[in-house]
């Protein structure tokens, strides 16, 4: 599962976030220079973007699954019900006219990227149709799952790819929106607040890396326990924090707040059952890290409300 992060009008991703330190100053005073109209387009192309990113990833995601189900189908395989592919409600990639000025000398590679990424996704959608068209009239019993071979092959070159530009256009990006976010939040009221929680979020990504490795090559109790101390850690930081901003207009934020360390303590609740589960069978069962996944996208959720 992609981890997908809002951060203060502006948004950031886990993956990319100790990378692009070079030419982080230079890129970084073009911004401030800019100011605030300047940062806002930078941050505005982040948020459509990573939305966008969000829920194509799903998309993308399923219908890969859809194409590797409908091969075994094909050629003869026991699937009694296809994967359901959800729709992808992408409303925010329309909303991006163009890459902002701002991103100065990587605008044009973004730019290019981005063109990539938005041609692979129109792709692997329209093979998902053919492929679909094709199981639904059931012609694989003709070539004997011939096409659907060739179009599984074909859907997850493309997904690989769709996938390398977005991950690319992050990293791209990452400079210019940390300095953006430097601009927005220099006087703004919640500042404290919305960086403790972005550095909780932090701390859960790194939880949820570890997981993820450890459910793939097996289940380390020490390396697991030191990730729990650690975000139990940031956890007791945040939620100490008196939500105390005095301007009106963010008043409804203090029970989002609250409702981000609630969802964070539940999250150490899981926490703690899959250590406990994982140290006898030496390995992270399914339900317990789809556990965990639904956890994390709860806290996830209830961040990205409160940030926005």
């Keep these: 599962m992609k981890k997908i992060i809002v951060f203060a009008f502006a948004i950031t991703v886990s993956t990319v976030a100790t990378s692009c330190k ?4 230079k890129l970084g005073n073009v911004v401030m220079k800019a100011g605030e109209n300047n940062s806002q387009a930078i941050i505005d192309f982040n948020n459509d973007f990573l939305d966008s990113y969000k829920n194509s990833t799903r998309h ?12 075994t189908k094909a050629k003869g395989g026991d699937i009694m019900i296809m994967p359901i592919v ?3 409600l992408d409303y925010s990639l329309s909303k991006i006219k163009e890459v902002p000025t701002g991103f100065e000398n990587d605008r044009e590679i973004i730019e290019t990227t981005f063109n990539t990424y938005k041609a692979k996704k129109e792709s692997i959608e329209k093979k998902y149709e053919e492929l679909k068209s094709y199981m639904t009239s059931e012609d694989y019993k003709d070539d004997k799952g011939a096409k659907a ?3 599984k092959k074909e859907i997850d070159a493309e997904a690989q790819d769709f996938f390398t530009a977005g991950e690319s256009i992050l990293i791209k990006i990452k400079p210019a929106t940390d300095a953006a976010e430097e601009v ?3 006087d703004h009221p919640m500042k404290d607040f919305i960086v403790s929680s972005k550095s909780l979020m932090n701390s859960m990504d790194s939880v949820m890396d570890v997981l993820d490795k450890q459910y793939q090559n097996g289940f380390n109790e020490a390396e697991a ?3 729990y101390d650690e975000f139990a850690k940031a956890v007791e930081t945040n939620a100490a924090k008196t939500f105390d901003v005095k301007d009106p207009q963010y008043a409804h934020k203090k029970s989002q707040f609250e409702s981000l360390n609630k969802g964070a303590s539940e999250f150490l609740d899981q926490f703690r059952k899959l250590i406990r589960d994982s140290k006898s069978s030496g390995k992270i069962e399914d339900s317990n890290i789809r556990t965990m996944d639904s956890a994390y996208e709860s806290v996830l959720n209830s961040y990205n409300s409160f940030v926005k």
């Excluded at 070079?22 to 100053?25: F, L, N, R, S, V």
């Excluded at 993308?60 to 091969?71: D, F, P």
């Design 22 to 25: 070079k030419g982080m100053d």
């Design 60 to 71: 993308i995601e399923g219908i890969v699954k859809y194409a590797e189900s409908a091969l």
């Design 184 to 186: 927005i939040l220099k």
């Design 86 to 88: 959800i729709s992808s």
């Design 225 to 227: 326990q030191k990730k």
């Design 149 to 151: 071979e060739a179009l």
